[in-house]
Structures are given as C-alpha cells and as structure tokens.
C-alpha cells in the first residue's frame, strides 16, 4: 500500500546480474513508502534472487530472457504495475533516497525525470576522465541534432509516468538504453525535466560498461534515431502531398 509522501504509486525497477553482494546497500536506500520493487535477474550464478527476496519479501522476480541492460529494463518496465516507474542500479552507483526527487519532478509536471550528474547539486565519484569527456561530446551532440538542452547523456537514473512507456518504444539491449529513452522523450514532446543526482562508486565487483564500446554503440544511435527522424518526416509529407493529389483529381472530376 502507498503511503505518504505522494499519493500516486511507483515502480522501482532494478536490473541486476550477480549482485548479491550490493543489493543489501542498495534496498536499504529505498524508500519505504515505494510500493513495488522488481529486480530483473539477467540469470544470475550467484545468490542475488536469494538475497534480494530475503530484504524484501514482498519482491517481484522478472527472470531476463535476452542480454543486456536495455532488454532488462525493457522487461522490468513491462511488469511495472504503478503509476510512476523509476530506474535504478544495482551495484550501489545510484542512490535510492533521491527517488524522492525524481517522482516530486513527476508530480509536479515533468512527464520524463532525467537523472544527471552534472546539473548543479548532482556529481560523480566514478566518473573517469575519458568517461566524462565521451558523455560531454555524445551530449553536445545529441543537443545540437534534437535541439534539447541535456547536461547528462548516458546516466541510468531516470523515472517516468507509465503512460507514457508506449511514447519511447523501447526497442534495444544494451547500455545505449538511456540515451534511446532520452532522445524518444524529446521526439515526442514529452515535459522532460533534469534532476541533480550524485553518483557513487560501485561498491563490489566489476562494471560490465566498456567506455569505448557502448560510447559506440550510444553514437551509433543518436544518428539512428535522427536518421529515423528525418526520414518519418519524409514519409509524412509524402502521405499530404498524396492526399492534397487526390482532392485535387476528385475535385477536377
């Protein structure tokens, strides 16, 4: 059941492969008044289902049928059953106290609360140097293309209303996931607002995230999608013009 502070229901949903050793950090940050946490298990050798159930109970398992972190989410997100679903990691970088901030944004208007890390109030403890400037250079170009206004490309603390889940089309694997869901709020014209989040070390094991691989693999879909863009646009004059053609041969004869 709900509680205080808000009165509208939220998913938390927590992708999650062989993080047995982080998930009890990780559940101890989250709010108590969240009323639905999913952890989707990418088939995990370790004891994370295990754990997980034993700090809450009340734990929805979604088991990942494919690889990759977008497919996790992408899976989480359709098991989701509240109004609000947020994103967060499980290896202890993202802080579930900060929920709080990300669902205020939604309730007070935004349609997409994005996460980010160099907004004022946000930060990184783990953010290298060729990290950083990989994530400015995508975001400079992805505001330059779309015409928004990001600080923060690539982080994975992000939290939207669930209606909106068929407006982004979720439609891919791997760590590029963030910046499909960021570039699809903008295209359709969703109320997209920054929140400031700190971002911490992870506390064990290894990232599965290659800088240079997924920065590729987050390049190759910034032109993707503006290639997608353009050529929707095409299509869409195509259909007037065919329709401005016809009316006009009916009306001739």
């Known amino acids: 059941m709900n509680r205080q502070p808000f009165s509208v ?15 009890p950090h990780v559940f101890a940050t989250l709010p ?42 992408i899976e989480g997100f359709a098991a989701a059953k509240g109004d609000i679903i947020v994103m967060i990691d499980a290896d202890g970088s993202t802080d579930g106290r900060e929920i709080f ?9 935004a349609d997409f609360a994005k996460g980010s890390r160099y907004a004022p ?22 505001n330059l293309l779309y015409g928004t206004s990001y600080t923060d490309l690539c982080y994975g603390y992000n939290a939207f209303w669930a209606h909106h889940l068929h407006a982004l089309d ?39 995230l290659h800088a240079v691989r997924d920065g590729l693999r987050v390049l190759r879909t910034i ?20 329709e401005v053609a016809s009316s006009e041969s009916c009306a001739t004869s």
Not at 182 to 195: K, S
């Open 121 to 142: 109030g946000g930060g990184s403890d783990d953010l290298s140097r060729l990290r950083s400037f990989g994530n400015r250079a995508l975001t400079g170009l992805t």
């Open 223 to 242: 032109l993707r999608e503006r290639f997608r863009q353009v050529d929707a646009s095409r299509t869409q004059v195509a259909l007037v013009k065919g």
């Open 9 to 23: 229901s939220v998913s938390v949903i927590v992708p999650a492969m062989n993080e047995a050793d982080n998930l």
């Open 170 to 208: 979720l439609d891919c694997d791997g760590f590029e996931i963030e910046t499909l869901m960021n570039i699809r709020a903008v295209q359709a014209g969703l109320t997209i607002h920054e929140v400031p989040s700190h971002e911490r070390c992870r506390i064990h094991g290894e990232s599965n």
């Open 101 to 109: 901030s990300f669902v205020s944004a939604l309730v007070e208007g």
């Open 32 to 73: 108590t008044w969240i009323d639905e946490v999913i952890l989707v298990d990418g088939n995990s050798s370790d004891d994370t289902v295990a754990v997980a159930r034993t700090l809450r109970p009340d734990l929805h398992v979604v088991t990942q049928t494919r690889r990759g972190k977008g497919n996790a989410l």
